[in-house]
């Protein structure tokens, strides 16, 4: 953007809602979650984690949880914010069926963070506009689908639960830059510990324009999960296109995005904040946030995804992109530096981001979800140190560890798993792969050096994995000149 004016060819700015991980609501003592109980199926029963408070009844007194005020702090000052020095809340008005008093209490005027910023992987910043704590409404649900439902219900056991809500500058210009800040605002929740990712959303309202209308933008809704909503930017990015070239008058407007069709449809007409009629809540007196509370909050902060990588670069001499992937994943990165205090970090990297990772995917399971102590993969990643079991040997070791404890050498030695370091043995086996691969022999001799591998994997095969393939390889590449 220069002088005010945008020079690119698409506009994105995100609007970003999670919950953070409190146990009672914003304004109540309500709490946020059904209570589970032993022995029992716990059900969350509608209408049931409600009071006169989230209600809006009449008369009622909300009163500001102050956890969800010290969540806030962090996250601002996590992204370089300047923090208000009063919070004030304000009633936004609306009529919808899910907001029981026809208000929701929010904040507009003083935000409680501004003019933040996220850098993105390119070294391109990605500027913060505000953050504010806000109040969710009821949940609206529906026997069938929202089409087809002869009737709605509504649970009020969501209404009142806090919300952090994050506005961006309109500094995105691709949706793989929008899905890369939000993957970047994700792994800064983690390290903040503010957002329970197994049980928590983080939804995006994404604004989006394109050069040829002139920057005419269109708000896409409720949109969750990454993947999607790069989906719809690149869904709603190439109707505006369209929408140009077949010279369509584009208004700005609202539009909800459908996953299974992969499409967005207009809900209505775009409003302006001003239609909101924002007013002062006169129930919430304003709270002073001292500077105390702030450099108190500064000396609680972890280190951060950014200041991490910097250090394993300096302190370890892990490549950028090594130190990149190891410090996107908080998981990850407290178990490196674990193993890294034993192990060749460099070693340790390379089987913590490929292996490790590997094996998470391949159970379908996140990297927090994984059984894992970090002895036992000290244990196993010394031995592959010093050249005592083979990558193979030690791969399938690591799958097994993440499914139930045990230590990875008493497992090397009662199966006899020790690399084959005899070399005379080794020539043997050779030899023997080498007359029974006449075929592959025939064409690495003719110069396809992959064929090469099938003899390789016979010897592996002997070895039941024990031998170290690069040795082999050299070994037969030695044998056939």
């Excluded at 830059?177 to 329970?196: G, V, W």
């Excluded at 708000?219 to 109707?239: D, P, Q, S, W």
């Excluded at 499409?263 to 007013?279: N, S, V, W």
């Excluded at 010897?459 to 590449?477: E, I």
Aim: overall charge neutral.
């Amino acid at each position: 953007m220069v002088n005010g004016k945008f020079n690119s060819d698409v506009v994105i700015g995100l609007e970003i809602h999670f919950q953070p991980n409190l146990k009672s609501k914003l304004f109540c003592s309500c709490a946020t979650k059904a209570e589970t109980k032993k022995n029992e199926n716990s059900k969350d029963e509608p209408n049931t984690r409600t009071c006169v408070i989230c209600l809006g009844m009449p008369g009622s007194k909300p009163m500001l949880n102050k956890k969800a005020l010290d969540y806030g702090l962090k996250l601002g000052l996590a992204l370089n914010c300047s923090i208000a020095l009063e919070l004030i809340f304000s009633r936004k008005s609306y009529f919808y069926p899910d907001l029981a008093k026809n208000y929701q209490i929010s904040q507009f005027e003083l935000p409680l963070g501004k003019n933040g910023e996220i850098v993105l992987s390119s070294g391109k910043k990605i500027g913060i506009e505000r953050i504010h704590l806000e109040e969710d409404p009821a949940s609206l649900v529906h026997p069938n689908t929202i089409h087809d439902s002869a009737y709605t219900l509504i649970d009020y056991n969501r209404s009142g639960i806090c919300l952090i809500e994050l506005v961006t500058k309109p500094e995105m210009r691709s949706p793989e830059e929008a899905r890369e800040f939000l993957k970047k605002l994700r792994t800064i929740l983690q390290y903040l510990e503010i957002f329970d990712e197994q049980t928590g959303v983080i939804k995006a309202d994404a604004n989006i324009s394109i050069k040829e209308s002139g920057y005419v933008r269109s708000e896409v809704k409720n949109i969750t999960g990454f993947k999607e909503i790069e989906r719809a930017l690149l869904y709603e990015v190439e109707r505006q296109k369209q929408a140009m070239q077949n010279n369509e008058k584009l208004v700005m407007d609202t539009r909800g995005w459908n996953a299974l069709t992969g499409k967005t449809t207009r809900l209505r007409t775009k409003e302006t904040e001003a239609d909101y009629g924002y007013i002062i809540d006169p129930d919430l007196v304003p709270i002073d946030i001292t500077q105390e509370m702030i450099e108190k909050t500064k000396r609680g902060l972890p280190e951060l995804p950014d200041e991490k990588i910097k250090r394993f670069i300096t302190k370890h001499k892990l490549s950028p992109i090594d130190a990149q992937v190891l410090a996107m994943e908080r998981v990850l990165a407290e178990l490196f530096e674990k193993v890294a205090e034993e192990i060749d970090p460099i070693l340790a990297a390379q089987w913590l981001r490929h292996e490790l990772v590997k094996v998470a995917n391949y159970h379908k399971l996140a990297l927090d979800q994984l059984r894992i102590e970090e002895l036992e993969i000290v244990e196993l990643l010394s031995m592959v140190e010093k050249k005592e079991i083979s990558d193979r040997t030690a791969q399938q070791i690591l799958s097994l560890l993440t499914e139930k404890g045990f230590s990875p050498r008493q497992y090397v030695k009662e199966h006899k798993l020790t690399i084959v370091s005899d070399t005379k043995e080794l020539e043997e086996l050779c030899k023997k792969a080498i007359a029974e691969s006449q075929p592959a022999i025939d064409d690495y001799k003719a110069g396809k050096e992959i064929a090469l591998n099938n003899v390789v994997g016979k010897v592996m095969k002997y070895t039941k994995g024990t031998a170290d393939a690069a040795k082999v390889k050299d070994m037969l590449k030695k044998m056939l000149r």
